[in-house]
C-alpha cells in the first residue's frame, strides 16, 4: 500500500490487454492517418459518459491505474505486425516501420483521480498527442474503463442501501462475465465500498480480504454420523480430547430439536472439527429453522463447553428479514436458557441479493449482520453497460464537435480543463468545464456558469472552493503519485462523503449541474451552427 | 481448424484461469473434506441450469473447450501454497503435501457436445471422481460455462432475429465487462451464429473474420480539403496518377447536393485513397441524407471512374429502417443517373441495436445488409447472468439431492444419463434422464416419460431415434474427438435448425419437455419424502 508505486510495478494487469485488443477499425484508420500525413496532428480525445447509470445521478471514476498500464506497455510487436500483414497484405512496406516504432513517449493524459465522483458530460480522461496513437488508445481505454467505473458505482449504490455498518462480501465469481469479468468486479467493488470478496485470485491479488465458509454440497455430502471419521475434538485450553459427536448428540436433546436432518448435524460437526474457532455454517440445506439452526445451535454449544465460540450462520434462501429475526431470537433464548453469549452470533445472507432487496430488508427490518451479493452486483443486471466514450475535441489546435439530431450526444468542443466548485457548507456545487486558455475560476469571484446547451438555464456562484479536476497522470512516462487500491477506496468513501445527499438519494435524486463558462458556451453554439447544415423540409 | 487438436494446444486460453480463480470457501471445504477422512469419496456433481435465459425455451451449451483446458492445468503451486498458508496459518502440514499433489488423473468428465441446444434440469456437464478435486472444479467450470453459453445463446436468438442471410458482425469489445468479457463474447457471439468481429485481439485468436472501417473521429479530424496531403490517386488498371480531389468535387456538382460539409468530402477523400478497393464510409458524422450520402457518392462515383468499386455505408444513428430504405433509393437512381453498378452497395448498420430492434426493423422493412451489434450482445443486457449450477447428486453410490421450498430448485439425484427423444420428423420430442445403471431407451420401444416433480404430466413415447447427450470428454486425460471452434458453431446452427420451430419462436414459445423414467420418478420422490422434515405449524 506504498503511496509512490514502483515502475518495475507497472506490468499489465491482465493477459489480454495488449495493443491488440482494439477494435480493427483503429488500425484501418491508423493506416488511413498515416497515408494522409495526420499521424503527427496534436489531437484531444475527451473520454467521458453521458448518463449516470442506474436510474442515479452520479457515477464512481474507476479503472485509470489499469489505463496507465496499458499506456506504460502500448506498442506492437514483430508479432502483431505480422498478423497485421496477414489481414492487410496492400499495406504500404512503410507503415510497418512507422507501426512498431509507435510508443507513448508523446502522450499526454489528463485525469480525474480514482475513486472520483464523476457526472455527465465531465471529461474524466483528456488525452493530447499525436493523432495516431490518441486515436488508438480508444478502445482499449473504454474498456478499461467502462467496467470498472459501472462496477464500482454500482457497489457505492449497494453500500449506500445496506447501511455503513454492515459488511458487504462480493460472491460473484461463477456468475460474472468471464474470469476477467470476474477479477474487475472483485477489485472494484471493493473499490466502490465493499469490504470483501469470496474470489480467492482477486483477494490475494488486490489485497482484499476474503470470506467464504462452505456450500450445500458439504452439508449433502453426509448421510449419517457414521461417516465422520473421528468422534473427537480438542479443547481449547488443553491437549484433552472429548467426544464430541457425543457432546453435540446431548446438545441437541437438550435443545429439543426433534426433526433435524442427521446428515446435516454429521456435516456442521466434521466442519466444527475442522475449524473449531471459525465455526460458521450454512442452515438452509434442508430446513433452516426445525433442522439447520438447531443443529447449529448444538454443535455451537458444545463447542462452547470445549472453550470455542462459534461465529454464526448464512442464510442463502426463504425469507431473509423473517428468518434472520427468527434465528436471532433463538440466538437470544438459547444464551439465555444455557448462559452462553450467543446473543450477537453473526448472521450472513445471501441469494440473489440486489440494491433493492438491501432496501426492501431495511424497510421490513432484519437481523442481517453481513450480506454476499453476486450476480446482480458483478453483472450489473439493472444496467449492465456504461456507456463511456471517447471524442475527438481539438485537431491541430481547432476545436472538434461531434453533432447528432440526440441532444445528449453533442459533445463539448476543444481543450477544457474542469473544475468543482464548491458552495457554502464545503459541499460540490457544480462542476464547470473552462476552455484551456482561459482563466481558472478563482475562490470567492462571482462567476456565470451556464448550461452547455440548453441558454435558459444560467446560475452565477461565489465558489468557497476551486478544486481542479484534473490532474497530468502522464507525460510521456508516468507522472507521480499513483494511488493504490486502498487510497482510491478511501478517496472514493470521502468523495461520497462529501457530496450533497439529495444527488445520491435512492428515489428522484436532483441532477448535479454541469456547466460551461459563457465564452465555452457561446464558443460550443457557434461551431455547431457553422458545421451543420440546417436541415431543409421538402 | 483441425478434428483433433494436439496436446499441446492444451494451453489455458486465459490468464486469469488456475486453481486459485475460486471461491474460498472451496479450498474451506477441500481442508474439511480431507479433515475428515472424506477427500476420496467418490463424488457424482452436475453443471445444469434451471431456467433458460431472455424468456425463451432453449440454451445454446458454450464454454466446454475451455473447461477442459482448465481440468488439464488444473493443480496447485508453492507459490498458491505459500499464499494460502498465509491466509490458514492453522491448517495441518500435511494437508499442503496433499494440496500440491492433487491432480485430476482421477476425474471423469462427461458432456453434451460444446454448441448443444440444452433445456433446463439436463446436466450438461458431469463430473465424477475424488470429492477433494471434483469440488474443487465447481466455481471454475461455473465460471467458464455460465457466460460462453448466455452470449451463445444471445447470439443465436440475434442471429434468428436478423435472419439467415445478413451479416451479423460484433461490434461489443468497448463496452463488455473488461477485456475478457469481450474476448469470450467474441468468441461465444461467433459460435452462437455471428459471422464476424470488430475485435482484432479475439478475430486472431479464434480465426473470426474481421469488420471495422472507421469512426466518426476520423471524419471530424478533417476540416477541409486543404489537410489532404495529396490530391492524387492512380487509376486500379494503370499507373496513371489523377487528381482525384478534383474528380470528387466534380461529381458532387452532378450530384446538385449543395449542402454537403466539406470536412467530411475531405475525410472520405482520404480514406477512399487509403482504400481504393475498400471504401466504406461512416455516412452519420453531420447529416446523413444532406450531407453524408451526396459525399458518399459522390466520392464512389469518382472511384468508380478510377476503375474501383466502392463496398457501401455505415449507419449509426436515427431511424435505421428509414435511412437505409432512402440511401438504397439513392444508390438505385444514382446507378441509373450514372450508369454505375451501386444499387447493392452494402449497408451496415449499428446503433444500439438489439434482439427486439431486429424484429422492429423487419417489421418496418429495411434495406439493410450487415447489422454490427454491440453492448447489448456482449452484456446480455436482457439477462446479464446464467445461472447455472453445481450440484452433489451421488455419493460413494448414494444418491443426494439439493432441496428447497422452491421447486425448480429441487435437484434430481442420483447418477443420470441424458437422452433426447426423437419423433416422426425427425425432431427433438423430449430429453429423458435414466438412472445410470438402468436401460437405455430404445428405438420403437414405447417408455414412459414423466415430468419429474409434478405427477399429473406423463407422456408415452415410441422413439424413432434415440440420442444419448453426454459422452466421456476427459478420463484421467483429454478424450478425444475435440472440436474447432467453427465445428461447434457449425454443430450449433444444426441443432437448432432441427428443433421444433415453437421452441424456439419469439413470442410465447413452447416449453420443450424434459423427462425421467419411472423408476427415476420414484426414486427421486421417495428420497424427498425421507430427507426431508414434513414442516409443522404450531
Redo the contacts between chains.
Keep these: 500500500m506504498s503511496e509512490h508505486k514502483e515502475k518495475d510495478d507497472y506490468l499489465p494487469s ?5 495493443s ?10 491508423t ?3 498515416w ?4 499521424s503527427d ?1 496534436v ?1 484531444v ?1 475527451d473520454l467521458l459518459f453521458r448518463k449516470n447509470p442506474f436510474g442515479g445521478e452520479y457515477t464512481i471514476f474507476a479503472g485509470l491505474d489499469e489505463c496507465l498500464r496499458y499506456v506504460n506497455v502500448f506498442g506492437f510487436s514483430d508479432t502483431d505486425v505480422s ?1 497485421l500483414r496477414a ?1 492487410f497484405p ?1 499495406w504500404e512496406e512503410k507503415f510497418w516501420d512507422y507501426l512498431l516504432a509507435l510508443d507513448t513517449s508523446k502522450i499526454k493524459v489528463y485525469a480525474m483521480r480514482e475513486g472520483a465522483v464523476a457526472f455527465p458530460k465531465v471529461p474524466m480522461i483528456r488525452v493530447e498527442g499525436p ?1 495516431g496513437v490518441a ?1 488508438l488508445l ?2 482499449t481505454f ?3 474503463v ?2 470498472p467505473s459501472l462496477v464500482a458505482t454500482n457497489a457505492a449504490r449497494h453500500r449506500i442501501a445496506a447501511g455503513p455498518t454492515k459488511k458487504l462480501s462480493e ?1 460473484g ?13 472483485s477489485r472494484y467493488a471493493y473499490l466502490g465500498g465493499f469490504d470483501a470478496t ?4 482477486a ?2 491479488k488486490n489485497d482484499i480480504l ?9 452439508v ?2 453426509y ?1 449419517g454420523l457414521h ?4 468422534k473427537l475434538l480438542r479443547r481449547a485450553n488443553s491437549d484433552e480430547e472429548v467426544d464430541f459427536v457425543d457432546l453435540c448428540q446431548n446438545q441437541l436433546k437438550l435443545l429439543k430439536a426433534s ?3 442427521t ?1 446435516e448435524l454429521a456435516a456442521f460437526i ?2 466444527a ?3 473449531p ?1 471459525g465455526f460458521l455454517a450454512l442452515v438452509d ?3 433452516t429453522l ?2 439447520g439452526v438447531p443443529n447449529f445451535l448444538a454443535v455451537s454449544l458444545a463447542l462452547n463447553k470445549l472453550g470455542y465460540q462459534p461465529v454464526g450462520i448464512r442464510l442463502d ?2 425469507d431473509l428479514a423473517y428468518l434472520s429475526r427468527e434465528c436471532r431470537k433463538q440466538f437470544i433464548q438459547v444464551s439465555k436458557a444455557f448462559s452462553v453469549p450467543f446473543e450477537k452470533l453473526t448472521i450472513v445472507a445471501s441469494n440473489d441479493l440486489n440494491e433493492e432487496v438491501l432496501y426492501s430488508l431495511r424497510d421490513q427490518g432484519h437481523e442481517i449482520d453481513s450480506f454476499g451479493i453476486g ?1 446482480h452486483l458483478v ?3 439493472r ?6 466514450v ?3 475535441v481539438e ?1 491541430n489546435g ?1 476545436p ?7 441532444i445528449v ?1 453533442v459533445t463539448i468542443p476543444g481543450r477544457k480543463k474542469p473544475f468543482r466548485l464548491y458552495g457554502r457548507a464545503n459541499q460540490p456545487v457544480l462542476d464547470l468545464l473552462v476552455l484551456a486558455g482561459s482563466p481558472d475560476p478563482v475562490v470567492g469571484e462571482r462567476i456565470l456558469c451556464r448550461h452547455p446547451f440548453d441558454s435558459q438555464k444560467r446560475v452565477y456562484i461565489s465558489p468557497q472552493r476551486v478544486e481542479p479536476l484534473h490532474t497530468l497522470v502522464w507525460d510521456g512516462k508516468s507522472v507521480p503519485p499513483l494511488y493504490s487500491l486502498q487510497q482510491c477506496k478511501e478517496y472514493c468513501a470521502s468523495q461520497l462523503k462529501a457530496v450533497r445527499s439529495d444527488h445520491i438519494r435512492r428515489l428522484n435524486p436532483t441532477p448535479y449541474k454541469v456547466s460551461v463558462t459563457l465564452e465555452l458556451f457561446t464558443f460550443l453554439n457557434d461551431l455547431w451552427q457553422s ?3 440546417i ?2 423540409i421538402d
Excluded at 469470496?198 to 485470485?201: I, V
Excluded at 461417516?227 to 473421528?230: A, C, F, P, R, V
Excluded at 444496467?383 to 463511456?388: D, E, S, T, Y
Design positions: 491482465n493477459c489480454f490487454v495488449t491488440m485488443l482494439t477494435d480493427m477499425y483503429q488500425l484501418t484508420m493506416y488511413a492517418y497515408k494522409g500525413g495526420r496532428d489531437a480525445f498478423n489481414l496492400e493523432l486515436q480508444e478502445t473504454l474498456c478499461l467502462n467496467f460472491f465469481l461463477r456468475r460474472a462475465q468471464g474470469p476477467d469479468g470476474a477479477m474487475s468486479a469470496s474470489n480467492l485470485a483477494g490475494i476474503l470470506r467464504g465458509t462452505h456450500a450445500h454440497s458439504f449433502s455430502s448421510i461417516e465422520l471419521n473421528t426433526r433435524c436432518n446428515g466434521a466442519y472439527q475442522a475449524y474457532k440445506t434442508y430446513d426445525s433442522s434462501s426463504g450476480t453483472t450489473c443486471q444496467q449492465p453497460a456504461l456507456g463511456c471517447y471524442k475527438l485537431i481547432s472538434r464537435i461531434k453533432v447528432s439530431q440526440d450526444k458545421e451543420v447544415p436541415p431543409e
